[in-house]
């Protein structure tokens, strides 16, 4: 099973770009790099994900390392309503159903 | 769309006694999931459904059954509720069952067993 590796907490500053890091060295080639959020209290909420390239939307950026064994989810003006549980999945290139969370990135904001 | 809706947000059971946590979808989405998340753990994969009438055992299916009689339901059964079952229970559904796929989740069940 693949498996990622993240830093139990981060603290940023508001409005200050906020670069989240994951380590997936046993990635396969067909596995897709997926990030959720949990705010307190909540059910996760989807963030973005990619294969190889880099990907923006309105929520994140997500920047893939050239070799694929780690991964950044970058928020560029952190608020404080970003404050949550951030988690890194691997989504099985070949047994989709294994959904693996670990235990998440917990980002605190400061005003 | 409502989205993906639970019932009920809270429940304490005695051990022993049974139940149905439900979780219903508005989206059409054929594939749908029941997770348990335990304090300052991520999110274990319980039962999942490809469609209406397939079920599948995910990570930790012990303790709890599943039925997929349509599309838009997913009841969750605690056959003999026990004190390690106690837990947050999210019900998530995406459109189909592709590693690409975004998932869509709940807003949680809390089960306290005691």
């Known amino acids: 099973d693949a498996k990622t590796t993240q830093p139990n907490s981060m603290e940023s500053n508001e409005e200050e770009p906020v670069h989240l890091p994951c380590n997936h060295s046993?990635?396969?080639?067909?596995?897709?790099i997926h990030w959720y959020r949990q705010l307190p209290s909540q059910g996760p909420e989807y963030v973005i994900h990619?294969?190889?390239s880099n990907v923006n939307n309105r929520m994140a950026s997500l920047a893939i390392a050239e070799d694929r064994k780690s991964s950044t989810l970058i928020l560029h003006r952190a608020t404080l309503r970003d404050a949550a549980v951030y988690y890194c999945?691997?989504?099985?290139?070949?047994?989709?159903?294994?959904?693996?969370f670990g235990s998440g990135t917990k980002l605190n904001v400061k005003p | 769309n409502a989205g993906v809706t639970q019932t009920p947000k809270f429940q304490v059971l005695k051990t022993g006694q049974s139940m149905t946590l439900q979780c219903a979808q508005d989206?059409?989405?054929?594939?749908m999931s029941w997770y348990r998340q335990d304090p300052g753990m991520g999110l274990r994969l319980i039962h999942y459904?490809?469609?209406?009438?397939?079920?599948d055992q995910g990570e930790v299916p012990n303790g709890y059954n599943v039925s997929r009689s349509t599309t838009e339901d997913f009841p969750l059964r605690l056959l003999s509720a026990a004190p390690s079952q106690t837990s947050v229970y999210f019900c998530?559904?995406?459109?189909?069952?592709?590693?690409?796929?975004?998932?869509?989740f709940g807003p949680g069940t809390r089960l306290t067993v005691t």
């Open positions: 998530a559904s995406s459109y189909e069952l592709d590693r690409r796929e975004e998932q869509y």
């Open positions: 046993t990635i396969s080639g067909t596995d897709y």
């Open positions: 990619g294969l190889t």
């Open positions: 999945i691997l989504r099985d290139g070949v047994n989709f159903n294994k959904f693996y």
């Open positions: 989206m059409n989405h054929e594939y």
């Open positions: 459904s490809v469609g209406a009438g397939i079920t």
